[in-house]
């Protein structure tokens, strides 16, 4: 009697828990669709020292302390092959190639991300600006700043850090 009650109780334990994992990837996938979540819904958290041991100091520097790099030093900057651009921290697709335009600032420059929620979009007040940041949406690496002075069909600007990305052709 005692095994009939203790695998009534496991089973009713598993479909409990299936429904539960059933129900939260539905809801991952529906904020997913609404671009509220990562890609694949999954973070990527690391330590900083986690981050120094993958990363360059340039690298470190932009994407975990928010830097910039200078102007016109990006080996990205005259990429205009098909190909991805990806978080050079977490390799989550960011841009395609064909959003890529010249914006004559010296940072590689885009119209819209791969996805929706590809990267996220913050309030930078820093400097005594008032900017847009934008994080890549899976590891919350700073990657630049969006404005609205780009080109159509968004008529936005993705001013990007070169050194916060790395470039795959297709």
Not at 25 to 43: F, I, M, V
Not at 141 to 161: A, I, Q, S, W
């Amino acid at each position: 009697m005692k095994l009939i009650i203790s695998s009534l109780t496991a089973v009713a334990i598993f479909i409990s828990l299936a429904c539960q994992t059933n129900s939260s990837a539905k809801e991952n996938t529906a904020l997913y669709e609404q671009g509220q979540t990562p890609p694949g819904g999954k973070k990527v958290v690391k330590t900083n020292a986690e981050w120094k041991k993958i990363l360059t100091p340039d690298q470190y520097a932009v994407l975990r302390e928010h830097g910039t790099e200078r102007a016109g030093t990006s080996p990205l900057l005259n990429v205009h092959e098909d190909g991805t651009f990806y978080c050079a921290a977490c390799k989550n697709p960011l841009f395609a190639e064909k959003t890529k335009f010249e914006s004559g600032t010296g940072w590689p420059s885009f119209y819209e991300p791969i996805t929706k929620n590809a990267v996220k979009v913050a309030k930078d007040n820093s400097y005594g600006m008032e900017r847009d940041e934008v994080v890549c949406a899976v590891c919350d690496g700073h990657l630049g700043h969006v404005f609205n002075d780009g080109p159509k069909p968004t008529g936005l600007r993705y001013c990007m850090n070169g050194v916060a990305m790395t470039f795959q052709k297709k």
